[in-house]
């Protein structure tokens, strides 16, 4: 297992189309996470899994979003009819368990045209 | 709601200087952690170094300790014998122990670059 893997690693997209992104958290790693990162901003918390169960969804998460964790395993993040402000880096993190280290993929970055 | 705050845009420094990253936060919660994480140019975000509220000792991983004064609600990060590999993005950010959710709240981050 070499950690957490985002894929694609970039995407570009015109504006009014849906992309979707895919988070391999570490295996074991029940609990996992979406955040966005803007330009010269910090991360900021999207939405939360435990196992398949999403427990936390962030005001940042419009309708237009949508988050899966199907059988506990990977995560696919959903954005339709994407906007220009949708522009930035989705960055996805697994947590064995509560209270131990958040371990963070490469992120996709998204540029919407 | 928890906030994270760091003053510091970017800060340049000569290898082998010792140099410190700000932070302050504000939170109601008395349960928490602190973290600093380092996000080198398009690579993924790793830890750094981790407090826990609850211990005084301020936490030491090798270069890097803290300096966490729970009162003032500040959290700084002492890198010593700076290197070229430090350059990179710093954020410090919250976490809320216990009691479900538990996302990251990071601050907008520091951008340190070591000059050879």
């Known amino acids: 297992d070499t950690g957490v893997s985002q894929d694609p690693r970039h995407k570009i997209t015109k504006r009014g189309q849906n992309v979707t992104f895919r988070c391999d958290p570490i295996?074991?790693?029940?609990?996992l996470y979406w955040y966005r990162q803007t330009l010269g901003q910090g991360p900021e918390f999207l939405t939360y899994?435990?196992?398949?169960?999403?427990?936390?969804k962030s005001r940042l998460l419009s309708d237009r979003f949508s988050a899966e964790r199907p059988k506990g395993s990977f995560s696919t993040l959903e954005i339709q009819r994407t906007e220009q402000g949708d522009s930035a880096m989705y960055l996805c993190?697994?947590?064995?368990?509560?209270?131990?280290?958040?371990?963070f993929g490469q992120g996709t970055r998204l540029t919407v045209v | 709601a928890q906030t994270v705050t760091q003053s510091q845009p970017e800060m340049s420094v000569q290898e082998a200087e010792t140099v410190t990253l700000s932070c302050t936060y504000d939170?109601?919660?008395?349960?928490?952690?602190l973290f600093w994480y380092k996000q080198p140019p398009s690579r993924q975000m790793i830890l750094v170094i981790r407090q826990e509220a609850y211990k005084q000792q301020n936490a030491t991983e090798n270069r890097f300790s803290v300096n966490f004064q729970k009162a003032a609600k500040s959290f700084s990060l002492k890198i010593s014998d700076s290197q070229l590999g430090d350059t990179a993005m710093y954020f410090c950010a919250f976490m809320k122990r216990g009691g479900g959710a538990d996302g990251l709240t990071f601050g907008k981050g520091t951008h340190l670059i070591i000059q050879p």
């Open positions: 993190a697994s947590r064995y368990r509560e209270n131990t280290e958040a371990f």
């Open positions: 899994f435990q196992n398949e169960a999403q427990l936390e």
């Open positions: 939170t109601s919660e008395n349960n928490y952690y």
């Open positions: 295996s074991e790693h029940n609990r």
